[in-house]
């Protein structure tokens, strides 16, 4: 989808960008324990949620089993669980910790995108994911054999 962030998006995506920064210390001392680096990503996710309900960071792709479905029997879906994508953010915010707020933007898109399931589809992700932790969501897709074309083409960009 070609959509542009307005001021008001911007404005909180650098005010993540800020917050995270902050928290780059915190996420730093925390490396060598996992659970509580698990800790620290769940309790830090919430502003990605807030981030990316919007339509820039909806990709457009679609499962082909929600493809012909009334759109209130659909879900935006993160295909890469948001406490999961942490991981990825500060990994990125440790090696650049002076990232501008166009390269977070870049990263925001690449790691917490979303895509729209079926809720029945995504009731099966669900458990999926719960009974293995290490899975993202779109290893989970493919455990529940969930066709979304072009997710891995856009997954390698």
Same mark, same amino acid.
């Given at each position: 989808?070609? #959509? ?13 960008? *800020? ?41 457009? +792709? ?8 009334? #759109? #209130? ?40 995108? #979303?895509?729209? +399931?079926?809720?029945? *589809? ?19 897709? +493919? ?7 072009? +997710? ?6």
């Amino acid at each position: 989808m070609n #959509t542009k962030l307005n001021d008001n998006q911007l404005s909180n995506i650098e005010e993540t960008l *800020e917050d995270f920064k902050v928290l780059l210390k915190r996420y730093r001392r925390l490396k060598g324990d996992e659970n509580r680096l698990r800790q620290f990503f769940v309790r830090n996710r919430n502003p990605i949620w807030d981030i990316t309900k919007s339509k820039f960071f909806k990709t457009g +792709l679609i499962s082909e089993f929600a493809k012909n479905m009334d #759109t #209130t029997q659909l879900v935006d879906d993160h295909f890469i669980q948001r406490s999961k994508a942490m991981r990825f953010i500060f990994t990125e915010l440790d090696r650049d910790e002076n990232m501008n707020l166009n390269k977070f933007i870049q990263i925001l898109k690449k790691y917490c995108s #979303t895509v729209k +399931l079926s809720k029945c *589809e995504h009731k099966k992700v669900t458990i999926i994911a719960k009974q293995n932790p290490n899975y993202l969501n779109y290893e989970s897709y +493919l455990a529940c054999k969930i066709q979304i074309y072009g +997710l891995s083409d856009l997954m390698l960009r």
